[in-house]
């Protein structure tokens, strides 16, 4: 069976250091994998999404970045954390259009 | 732009009562949708989904509804049971080629009391 798999689980950072959050998927091959995240308050927003190594689309500008160096690995990065980048990240993938399946999420706090 | 919405924040309901947890959407392009259920500090889980050639869709105690024409579909669970405590994610999806691209609402909790 499939499984995804997120860390770190919680993170507290201050503002302006680096971030890497790393997700992984197990019983699958070439996965769509995404990264999103729940602001305090607010809905999942869709960040990144890969349909491939190497293939990253951004759906809204900001200060992250996101990377596949692998087919089954996903980072999400940031050279200089902002207060704002605060909140819930959650990874998931889908085997093509329709449900997706989510990591069990990391938080971040950005002090 | 807020594409999906759950007008409803906090929902309370009794144990075996029917729980209804709506969501409204203005994308006529969406021709998906889903249910996730959330507990604190873990990640989103896929309850049930409806095509939008359907109107209605069943699992055990979890029924979907869509009406297209008024844009809004309903989740209902019944009879409500306390392990249903959670927060509520609508989300939307359309045709865009192999990426599932969803789009959510902001959530509903909901609270099951004994």
């Known amino acids: 069976s499939q499984t995804i798999h997120q860390w770190p689980a919680t993170l507290v950072q201050p503002v302006g250091s680096p971030l890497s959050l790393e997700c992984t998927v197990e019983?699958?091959?070439?996965?769509?994998l995404y990264w999103y995240r729940q602001a305090a308050g607010r809905g999942l927003q869709l960040l990144f999404y890969s349909v491939g190594i190497g293939q990253i689309s951004s759906e809204v500008p900001q200060n992250l970045s996101a990377s596949r160096p692998q087919d089954r690995q996903f980072i999400l990065s940031s050279k200089k954390l902002l207060l704002s980048d605060s909140g819930f990240y959650l990874c998931?993938?889908?085997?093509?259009?329709?449900?997706?399946?989510f990591g069990e999420g990391s938080r971040l706090t950005v002090l | 732009d807020q594409q999906v919405k759950q007008n409803s924040p906090s929902l309370s309901v009794q144990e075996g009562r029917i729980s209804i947890l709506n969501c409204d959407y203005t994308n006529s392009m969406f021709d998906y949708f889903l249910w996730y259920k959330k507990y604190p500090a873990e990640g989103p889980t896929f309850l049930i989904s409806i095509s939008s050639i359907k109107d209605k869709n069943e699992d055990g105690r979890f029924t979907v509804f869509l009406n297209k024409s008024a844009k809004h579909l309903s989740l209902h669970i019944v009879p409500s049971q306390p392990g249903d405590s959670a927060v509520y994610f609508c989300a939307a999806g359309g045709n865009t080629g192999t990426a599932s691209k969803l789009t959510f609402g902001t959530g509903t909790r909901l609270q099951v009391t004994l």
């Open positions: 019983g699958t091959s070439n996965p769509n």
């Open positions: 998931a993938w889908s085997e093509s259009a329709g449900e997706l399946f």
